[in-house]
Structure formats: structure tokens, C-alpha cells
């Protein structure tokens, strides 16, 4: 049989990523057949021509996509850090932003002086963000907290992977991060807090990838976006151990919001908002200070 040319496949399907109202057509086009074909995206120019039956899957692929399942549902897998982790249908698909919350949580580590370092991520999912730690500071404890069972599944799932592959295993938990009994064996004693809680306020408008496939308890955050956030901050008040910080991903509408439920308790200083590379407001960050019990008590 004739083998036949991938870059007009690719331009086709990028043709028809385009009509459904894909965001970036041509480099999802490129990802589904660097995916199909097995080559980094930035190499298919050197597979000039390929199989009929490689056409037919990899259009397969696009006619899943044009009908908007997210790429990472279609090809498996996402990467954060260095790492790559499977995701599918009952899991939150990570996205590019925390990167930079995975960012300022690793250089934050090189300043702790604690052996090992204690590290907690509230609202796992996919486990992506401990096992991105965990791949990055072997020397660390890195604990990893979940509610939803099936999101659960796939962080034990990564969990093991990752274990597999060399890195050091991380402890997952079965959990609800607003719990005041959640990990009191870690009170006082965490270095390192990351989180990118459910905080999309109800009634927001959303892509058909988001609302239709990242399960809804990953997503919203009650009306305001906060109904996670506000309570989880005093588990993280709890766990952090005085010069310990903690850095929670937010929705871009309330990231001063945030910030201010953070500002009200003594027992946090070095409150900072962190934008997005579109300078969106993206994360927030504080440090746990030694405060007197009165001050505890008062908040």
C-alpha cells in the first residue's frame, strides 16, 4: 500500500480541530501525531510519509478531540516538572499554570534546612504536583492528600509508576483537606504546603473540556469559589511548622480574596500574590510564623 504524506493528515486535522472550535488546532493536530507516531512533536518533520492504517488511527484520534475530550484524556498521559502522569475520565487534568507553583514550592525547598524535608499537596488528583516534588527532591517526605475516590485511584495508580521508575514513594491519603482531624501526626512538623484546591465559582463559564469531563468536585468551589479554600487554611495553619510556607492555586477572580483570608491570621506573614505568564492572578503564598497562644486563639 502507498504510504501517504503526515503533513497534509496534519493539516487536515488541523482544518477540522479548527471547525469544532478547538483552541490551538495545529498544536493539538501536531501532539495527537507525535502521539500516534511516536515521536516528539518537534521531530514529525522527519516522517515524511507514513502507513494508512497510522492515517486512520491518528484521525481517529482528531475526530475524539473535534468532539472537544480533552488531548490528555485522548492521549493518557500529561506532564508536569520532569515527570508525565496518566490521567483519564475521573481525574482533573493539571494544567501548564501550576508549573509555577510547582516552581516557587522547589525553590523554596532550597532554602529549608530540615532532613528530610515534610512536604504536604491538599487535593491531589492525579498526584502530579507530590509526585513532581517527590521526582525533584528525593530526599523529601512527600505526603499527598485526596477526597474523591476515583481521582484517588489515579494518584495510586501514578504513585506506583513513579515508585517503579526509581523515585521516592510518596504516602497518599484518603481525605478530606477541611477535616480538623486530617494528618494530626504532621501538626507543627510540615515544611512545604502546595494546593490546587476546586475554585471555579459556580455559574462560570467554562471550555466544553473543562465542564464536561474534569469531574465538577475538582472544579467548583461553591458560589464564591472559596468554599475549600477558606477552611482548608486553617488545616494548613495546623500542619505547617513555624518558617514553613504554603502555596494555594486560585481562581483568577478572588486571588486578593485569598490573600486576605491568609492576612487574617497572626500565625501567617510574607502573604504574596503570584500572577500567571498572562499576569492573571495565579497562586498565593504565605509563611507560618511563631505567634503567642493568645494570638492562636485569636486568629
Known sequence: MTRKPLRLAILDATGKLEAAGVPSARVDAELLASHIVGVERGRLGLVPLVEPE???????????????????????????????????PGVFVPRPETELLLGWALAFLERVDTKPPVVVDLCTGSGALALAVA???????????????????????????????????????????????????????????VSNPPYIPLGAELEPEVVDHDPHCAL?????????????????????????????????????????????????AGVEEHPDLAGRPRFVVASRVAVSKTDVSGH
Open 135 to 193: 521526582n525533584a527532591r528525593p530526599d523529601a517526605e512527600v505526603h499527598a492528600v485526596e477526597i474523591d475516590p476515583p481521582a484517588l485511584a489515579w494518584a495510586r495508580r501514578n504513585a506506583d509508576l513513579r515508585a517503579e521508575q526509581g523515585d521516592t514513594p510518596i504516602t497518599l491519603h484518603h481525605g478530606d483537606v477541611t477535616d480538623r482531624t486530617l494528618l494530626t501526626d504532621l501538626d507543627g512538623r510540615v515544611d512545604l504546603i
Open 220 to 268: 467548583f468551589g461553591g458560589a464564591d469559589g472559596l468554599s475549600v479554600i477558606e477552611p482548608m487554611i486553617g488545616t494548613i495553619a495546623r500542619l505547617l511548622r513555624v518558617g514553613g510556607a504554603a502555596g494555594v492555586e486560585h481562581d483568577d477572580s478572588h486571588g486578593r480574596q485569598v490573600a486576605e483570608l491568609f492576612e487574617r491570621r497572626r500565625i501567617f
Open 54 to 88: 497510522i492515517i486512520d488511527a491518528y484521525m481517529k484520534t482528531v475526530e475524539q478531540r473535534a468532539k472537544r475530550i480533552p488531548l490528555q484524556y485522548i492521549t493518557g498521559t500529561t506532564a508536569l516538572g520532569n515527570i508525565d502522569v496518566e490521567v483519564g
